[in-house]
């Protein structure tokens, strides 16, 4: 068996940064990032904007009846990266809101939905939260908020 010549072997004064150096190390590397991500859009082209018009019938969580939903949508597609949508959601039951998502295309798409729509007759609201992993629904809520309610 060789032995291991102890003269072959050199030391190591290894030093760690403390606590406020970690910190400030990743500061610098967050806003580095940060920064490459938003000067990357400015030369990239123009997105792909995509008009969606969808209508569909849905259970009212305030009522526990059925409406029919309404919603338009306008998709920002850029080459890479992540689109935005901009809706306008309506419902036969006199329900209408704004919705804004976002959808993070890595190995899978990914997106996030929360929506609020109101009924001004009423007052009552809905919140839809959706999250959709290659256009299919993993997880999703609709919740009727009562007036006065937040």
């Known amino acids: 068996m060789r ?3 102890p003269s072959c072997v050199k030391e190591h004064n290894w030093v760690f940064p403390d606590r406020e150096g970690v910190m400030r190390i990743a500061t610098f590397v967050a806003v580095g990032a940060a920064a490459l991500v938003t ?3 400015v030369h990239a082209d ?3 904007v995509r008009y969606d018009h ?3 019938v849905d259970v009212n969580p305030c009522t526990g009846l059925e409406h ?3 919603i338009d949508s306008t998709i920002y597609e850029p080459v890479n990266g992540v689109s935005r949508s901009t809706s306008t959601i309506t419902t036969d039951s006199g329900f209408s809101g704004t919705s ?3 959808i993070s295309v890595f190995h899978e798409a990914f997106s996030i939905l929360n929506d609020m729509t109101s009924n001004p007759e009423t007052g009552q ?3 839809v939260h959706a999250v959709f992993i ?3 629904v993993t997880d999703f809520s609709e919740t009727c908020i009562p007036v006065g309610q937040t």
């Open 54 to 56: 969808s209508v569909f």
């Open 100 to 102: 804004a998502a976002e």
């Open 125 to 127: 609201r809905i919140h």
């Open 39 to 41: 000067a990357m859009p």
């Open 46 to 48: 123009p997105p792909v």
């Open 3 to 5: 032995r291991l010549d």
């Open 134 to 136: 290659d256009d299919r």
């Open 68 to 70: 029919t939903v309404t």
